[in-house]
C-alpha cells in the first residue's frame, strides 16, 4: 500500500519525553478521507497511555484523540464530505461494521473489537494506529465527524471525548427537567457534564475536594457545589437521581451511592488504576446501581457536537504550542490545569 511520512509528537519509551518523530500515514483508500490537523485537545487517556499506567501501550507512541481539521482530500467513494471542510475524530476510527452493537450505533461496544485512533492494531499498514499529536490522519469517512460552525474550533476539540464522553450517560439516564444531577470532580470530563446537563434542563450540583473549585463550580453553571472533604456538607447530600462520577483516581465510592435516591445509579466514567470497593448494603438499599460508561458510538457523537453547537458550549481550554506538551503532561499529573490543554498543531516543526 501506498504510505506518506507524516510529521508528529510521540514517544519511544513510558520515561521518555515527548518529541518530534516521523510516522507512516496510509494512502486514501475508496472511502477515506485525510485531513490536516488544526487542534487536539490532551486528555488524560493519552497520559495513562503515555506512561502505560493500563498496560499493553507499545510504542513508539502518539496519542491524541480530540481531533478538530480541514479536509484536503477524499477517495472516490466519499459522499459525505468535500475538500476543505472542517471535520473532526475522536477515539473510534474503525470497527467491524455489522455485529449487533455497530448496528445498534454502539461501535464502542464493538463485539470484534473497535480500532482506537492510537495504540490499536492497524489492519491497513500492520504495526499500531497513531493519533493526533501529528500534521495529518488518514481515516475511513464513516469514522469521521461533521464540525458544525463553532466560533473557538480549539476550544470545540475536547467534545471529541471529554463532551462524548459525559454526553452519553446522561443522555442514557434520562436526565432532563426535574431530574436531580450530581457530578463528582471539575477537570475536563467534569467541567464538560456541568454545561451539558445544565443545558439538558437538569439540577446539577457538584462535588469536588478543592475549595477554590466550588466558585468555579457556580460559573460553569452548577445550581450548587458542596465541598467533598467536608462531612457536614456531605450529610446535605440526598436524592440524586443520578450521580456521575469523573474521578480518575482511586476515592470512596461509598458516600456518594448514600446520597442517591431509590432507584438511582452513580455512573463511572473516570478510569482510576486501581479497584474500588463497593459495599453490598449500598446498592441492595433503595435498589441502587453502580454502572459505567464509555465514550459513545458515532451517530450520537455527531448529536452531541450538533446539542454543543445549539447550546454554544465549548470547553475551557488552555492553548499550547507543541514543544509545551510535555510541560502540560506534567501539570496534568498534578491537576494544573482549567480545564483542558489543546494544542495547535500547526506549531508543529
Not at 46 to 75: C, F, M, R, S
Not at 186 to 208: R, S
Not at 239 to 246: C, H
Amino acid at each position: 500500500m501506498e504510505t506518506t511520512i507524516v510529521k508528529a509528537y510521540g514517544t519511544d519509551a513510558a520515561e521518555a519525553p515527548m518529541q518530534n518523530i516521523d510516522i507512516k500515514r496510509r494512502g486514501l483508500l475508496a472511502n477515506d478521507v485525510e485531513i490536516d490537523i488544526l487542534y487536539c485537545g490532551i486528555c488524560h487517556s493519552d497520559l495513562h497511555a503515555v506512561h502505560n499506567d493500563w498496560g499493553g501501550t507499545t510504542y513508539p507512541i502518539v496519542p491524541g484523540h480530540e481531533i478538530v481539521g480541514k479536509i484536503t482530500k477524499i477517495g472516490s467513494e466519499v459522499t459525505k464530505f468535500k475538500v476543505g471542510d472542517i471535520a473532526a475524530i475522536g477515539c473510534i476510527v474503525d470497527s467491524c461494521g455489522h455485529c449487533h452493537q455497530c448496528n445498534e450505533g454502539e461501535e464502542q461496544f464493538c463485539e470484534e473489537g473497535w480500532t482506537v485512533v492510537f495504540n490499536s492494531p492497524d489492519k491497513h499498514l500492520g504495526g499500531m494506529t497513531y493519533g493526533g499529536f501529528s500534521e495529518r490522519i488518514v481515516a475511513d469517512a464513516n469514522y469521521v465527524l461533521k464540525m458544525p460552525d463553532f466560533d473557538d474550533l480549539a476550544a470545540a476539540a475536547p467534545l471529541l471525548c471529554a463532551g462524548i464522553t459525559v454526553y452519553s450517560p446522561l443522555k442514557h439516564w434520562k436526565v432532563g427537567p426535574g431530574k436531580k444531577v450530581g457530578i463528582i470532580g471539575i477537570g475536563g470530563l467534569g467541567h464538560m457534564a456541568i454545561k451539558i446537563a445544565k443545558a439538558m434542563g437538569a439540577e446539577v450540583t457538584v462535588f469536588t475536594t478543592s475549595e477554590a473549585k466550588v466558585a468555579d463550580a457556580k460559573r460553569l453553571g452548577a445550581d450548587f457545589a458542596i465541598l467533598s472533604k467536608d462531612p457536614a456538607q456531605m450529610k446535605t447530600a440526598r436524592g440524586f437521581d443520578m450521580i456521575l462520577d469523573t474521578v480518575s483516581a482511586k476515592h470512596d465510592v461509598n458516600t456518594y451511592l448514600q446520597a442517591l435516591n431509590v432507584d438511582g445509579s452513580l455512573v463511572l466514567v473516570g478510569l482510576p488504576n486501581e479497584p474500588l470497593e463497593v459495599g453490598a448494603f449500598n446498592v441492595v438499599n433503595g435498589r441502587k446501581s453502580f454502572s459505567g460508561s464509555n465514550i459513545g458510538g458515532i451517530a450520537e457523537t455527531q448529536e452531541m457536537l450538533e446539542f454543543c453547537a445549539k447550546h454554544q458550549i465549548t470547553a475551557d481550554i488552555e492553548l499550547i504550542s507543541v514543544p509545551e506538551v510535555n510541560e502540560a503532561f506534567t501539570r496534568l499529573e498534578n491537576g494544573d490545569v482549567k480545564y483542558r490543554f489543546v494544542i495547535d498543531l500547526k506549531t508543529l516543526n
